[in-house]
């Protein structure tokens, strides 16, 4: 394969990295840290993260030539385990990268340990965890250090092969924890199997188990000049293993979320196996990689002086890495591969130099490598573009379409963004006459629109709603003449339709696609379309075109149809179905029955059955007694309705029913009283013609008309006048008339029946009112009892006026009487009787006569006012108490008096010869009098300490408020409050 640029690069990295200590034998990465060991026993380890390195000599006190064997590194760089030989023997130690000096594993002397598997998950600086140590002799120890313990915490043996006893030369272990603890996966490899060990607990009780079942091992023979076993890292987890074996590279996916039991009962874990055979690498069947390590995508095989990169899916070499040595290292050449998983590094080694291979994104052509394989998901799950995702979208549409799976084809080639345009896709399909196919294209492709490209979807959406209308009518027309149209096919279809016209309807133009519905004859679907565009008028209209009234009636009732399809579809909905039309109307709010009515006359205006239930009747009582309707329009229409029915007891109750009871200012009717009474007369509903002129006040005319019905009914419209007894009378008489005149027997009898009459009218009428009304040859004989009892009840009526006068005349008597009793009425004063006001004796004699010559004359005493009660008042004292205590207005006026009566008293007598003359003195007294009799009315008309104005002095405030004087005189005023002392009395 050719790149843009080699995914691997090789650099040196070190050049003579042993340091004089002897040649390069094995080396060991992780992290970004180098452990080297030298053919003289020396480790070297390079940490290339803090550019630090240092020696250490593990063949100190041993005898002999040493060299160390294998080295290891834990993949956090921290922990080293290396084995040394030499001298017949062998010495395994462990040192930690903050350790000065390695420490010696003294259980595993005389043992050559070949590999190492570090647990990966659990690992930390301070401390290993539970390792695995595989040895030369096919043995596996358990060991874990922890660095402060400055030694090991144990060293364990596990497991041993027994029936091939060979050498483990690659070991890997994997744990995964599970809600009944930690799951250990163990593999490992000899020069020609592969074993796979696992279970649930410790390491040990793991291995233990081995002792009664089979170890589950894969036997691949053939000679390899180093069998190794990889496992590829990724986020701290294995994603698959590479064994180097004899056969071939044999590898696989490791899947710890599954679990497929193998044949022998154990847990396999293993997943896609395959092995790349080496005659690929084009070297020949005898020469066999020494060395391996992998990466995500590929493997990394060492020959001779070479690496070969092979891309593990395809299997196909990609690059071939040569490296830059010294001449003295050529004839050994490249020794061997490691990797730093934490790094995504690799490291290639001869015996003097370090060689770095690094990765540049070796999964970037990766999607092609599947695409060529035909193994689009994982080669969609690889791209890095849309352009890359289009080509793996056209050779899967193209495949598709070459094996004439149109619909398949269809759906990707809508996925195509790029190198295919829509023109040219679509041609494909209409230039072999594919419209299911092409109707599935647009389908998809309307999916993979973004909201944005409005104008493209609503075009396409109208084209693939021709196509669905087209492959409808393409069914319908088949030649077979057999074709049913409830076939699975067809319904299946247009199921899918509507489905389709639900999913567009916010981007289907409205206008285009009616027209393209109407023109293909699909009502059904034009109808379900009108429903999804709220359209409701259309849908309503082509229900009661097929006379389905209730699923009309449906539609209305949605919450979101206007008001007014109700009014416009009323007309022929009640026609269809009346029941179902007043009943909707009856649940449906905010409804006007006013609007209603041209549908409820054209319903009535057709004949009905004399049992069947008149809707609209229903429908109006309802809207007039439960709603509570006020429109006079509705009630003229119900009040119609009633007169035409046969029963007139409906009517009546209806006209008598009073609808404004709840609302005080709503009258207690709403139809037309005039329009009512023309359709009564016209109905000849008489009795309600009676009630409808009693109700406008018309009452002549009501008992007129009641005569013509019924006598007892025009006798009870003739009691409803209470107000108005000359009505009443009159009404009375038009009765008493009507009676007499129609009465056809005897004469006697006639005036008999006349005369029970009156007794009727509760004494309204009396013989001589109804008299007239006889012919003028009737007897008097013949009227003799009635005449005799008239008669009498006059005389009562006389002997209770004669009473009543007389009873008059007597009391008025008894009045005289009383005036002249208190003419002379008089009191009696005791001489210590003191005024009810200065508290001074009444008796004494007083200076202040500025009044006396008004009042009558006591002598020097003061005028004064004796009450019945006993209180007695001077006459000033008592005016100058009550002006106190009554209004101001009423103050004023007795002042008034007084000062009127003081002037009278103080004016100068005019004198006629020595004399006043005695007109003048008759006129003046009777003046003084007049005011005086005033004045006592407005002071002496009751008693001040015992009549209503003691009663009044209740309300009145003890201080006045102009008495200022007397508040500031209670109020408390402290004084020297610096010199005043808290006294605290013990309790």
């Not at 206008?511 to 009108?530: I, Q």
């Not at 009444?842 to 006396?852: N, V």
């Amino acid at each position: 394969m050719e790149h843009r640029r080699h995914v691997f690069s090789v650099d040196l990295l070190e050049r003579y990295a042993a340091k004089g200590k002897g040649l390069i034998t094995c080396i060991t990465s992780g992290n970004d840290v180098i452990v080297l060991g030298t053919s003289k026993g020396w480790i070297i380890r390079h940490d290339f993260g803090v550019g630090d390195s240092f020696d250490i000599d593990l063949s100190v006190g041993r005898s002999g030539e040493q060299s160390i064997h294998r080295v290891f590194v834990d993949p956090g760089g921290s922990h080293c385990i290396a084995t040394v030989v030499g001298g017949g023997t062998s010495d395994t130690f462990y040192t930690h990268a903050k350790w000065a000096k390695p420490r010696i594993l003294s259980k595993l002397k005389g043992l050559v340990v070949n590999d190492v598997a570090w647990n990966k998950q659990l690992i930390t600086e301070a401390s290993t965890r539970e390792i695995l140590l595989g040895t030369d002799d096919g043995q596996l120890y358990e060991i874990a250090v922890d660095e402060k313990d400055k030694r090991e915490k144990y060293i364990k043996f596990l497991f041993k092969l027994n029936e091939l006893p060979e050498a483990f030369t690659g070991l890997q272990m994997e744990t995964a924890h599970i809600h009944n603890g930690t799951r250990y996966y163990v593999m490992a490899v000899t020069p020609t199997r592969l074993y796979s060990f696992t279970g649930i607990g410790s390491l040990d009780s793991v291995f233990a188990s081995y002792a009664n079942r089979a170890v589950h091992f894969m036997e691949l023979p053939g000679e390899i000049p180093n069998s190794e076993l990889h496992f590829f890292i990724k986020h701290r987890r294995a994603i698959y293993f590479a064994w180097l074996s004899g056969a071939g590279v044999y590898h696989g996916g490791l899947n710890f979320g599954a679990q497929h039991s193998s044949p022998n009962g154990d847990e396999n874990f293993v997943e896609n196996k395959a092995l790349f055979d080496y005659s690929k690498l084009g070297e020949g069947v005898l020469v066999k990689p020494s060395s391996l390590s992998v990466s995500e995508f590929h493997f990394l095989l060492l020959l001779g002086n070479k690496v070969k990169v092979v891309n593990r899916i395809s299997e196909r070499i990609v690059e071939e890495l040569y490296f830059d040595q010294t001449p003295d290292a050529v004839s050994r050449g490249i020794l061997g591969l490691c990797s730093d998983a934490s790094a995504g590094l690799f490291y290639a080694y001869d015996q003097n130099s370090i060689f770095q291979v690094s990765v540049n994104d070796e999964g970037r052509d990766m999607w092609k490598v599947y695409l060529d394989l035909k193994e689009y998901a994982a080669a969609l799950a690889n791209c890095r573009d849309a352009l890359q995702r289009d080509q793996v979208y056209l050779m899967q549409a193209e495949t598709a379409f070459t094996s004439k799976d149109f619909l398949r084809a269809a759906s990707f080639y809508a996925k195509i963004n790029f190198i295919l345009s829509f023109e040219e896709i679509t041609l494909k399909f209409i230039s072999i006459g594919e419209q299911d196919a092409l109707r599935t294209f647009l389908l998809r492709k309307l999916d993979n629109f973004a909201k944005d490209d409005r104008c493209q979807i609503t075009m396409i959406s109208t084209w693939a709603t021709e196509l669905y209308l087209d492959k409808i009518n393409r069914l319908l027309l088949e030649d077979d003449a057999e074709f049913d149209s409830g076939s699975s096919e067809y319904q299946s279809i247009i199921t899918e339709f509507r489905a389709f016209l639900s999913d567009c309807k916010d981007v289907l133009d409205e206008a285009t696609t009616m027209k393209l519905l109407e023109s293909y004859g699909r009502v059904d679907e034009l109808v379900f379309f009108a429903s999804l565009k709220e359209q409701y008028e259309i849908v309503v209209h082509h229900y009661i075109k097929l006379g389905e009234a209730k699923k009309a009636l449906r539609v209305l009732q949605k919450p979101n149809v206007a008001i007014d399809l109700q009014y416009k579809f009323a007309p022929d909905l009640i026609m269809l179905d009346a029941y179902e039309t007043v009943e909707s109307w009856m649940i449906t709010k905010d409804l006007n029955p006013r609007k209603l009515i041209p549908a409820m006359m054209r319903y009535s205006s057709e004949p009905h059955a004399k049992n069947e239930t008149h809707e609209v009747i229903k429908y109006l009582e309802y809207c007039v007694h439960r709603l509570q309707n006020e429109d006079p329009g509705v009630h003229n229409l119900l009040l119609s309705l009633y007169a035409k029915q046969d029963d007139e007891s409906t009517l009546l109750r209806f006209l008598q029913c009073k609808f404004g009871k709840e609302n005080p200012n709503s009258p207690e009717f709403f139809y037309d009283p005039k329009y009512a009474l023309r359709l009564c007369l016209k109905e000849k509903r008489m009795r309600a013609c009676v009630h409808i002129y009693s109700m406008m006040s018309m009452h002549e005319e009501a008992v007129a008309l009641a005569l013509q019905v019924d006598v007892e009914l025009a006798m009870a419209e003739a009691d409803k006048v209470e107000d108005d007894e000359d009505l009443r009378k009159k009404l009375w008489l038009m009765v008493a008339k009507h009676v007499i005149e129609q009465e056809k027997g005897t004469k006697r009898e006639n005036i008999r029946k006349a005369i029970a009459f009156l007794k009727e009218t509760d004494g309204l009428l009396k013989i001589e009112d109804i008299l007239p009304f006889f012919p003028d040859f009737a007897l008097i004989d013949d009227f003799k009892e009635a005449i005799c009892t008239s008669l009498e009840d006059y005389n009562e009526q006389i002997e209770k006026l004669k009473q009543e006068m007389n009873d008059a005349t007597h009391g008025a008597d008894n009045i005289r009487n009383d005036i002249g009793a208190l003419a002379q009425r008089y009191a009696v004063i005791k001489r210590n009787e003191e005024c009810g006001v200065c508290r001074k004796k009444i008796l004494d004699a007083s200076g202040d006569y500025r009044m006396a010559r008004a009042y009558t004359s006591v002598g020097s005493m003061a005028p004064f006012y004796v009450f019945p009660c006993g209180h007695s008042f001077h006459s000033h004292c008592l005016i100058a108490h009550v002006t106190k205590c009554t209004t101001e207005t009423q103050a004023e006026y007795i002042l008034d008096l007084q000062k009127q009566l003081t002037l009278l008293g103080d004016e100068p007598r005019k004198e006629m010869n020595g004399s006043l003359k005695e007109e003048d003195l008759i006129m003046s007294m009777t003046h003084g009098e007049k005011i005086r009799s005033r004045l006592d009315d407005a002071i002496a008309s009751e008693c001040p300490y015992c009549g209503d104005l003691m009663i009044h002095e209740i309300s009145l405030p003890f201080i006045l408020p102009e008495e200022t004087d007397e508040v500031e005189s209670w109020e408390i005023k402290p004084h020297n409050l610096g010199t005043q002392k808290s006294i605290s009395l013990t309790v």
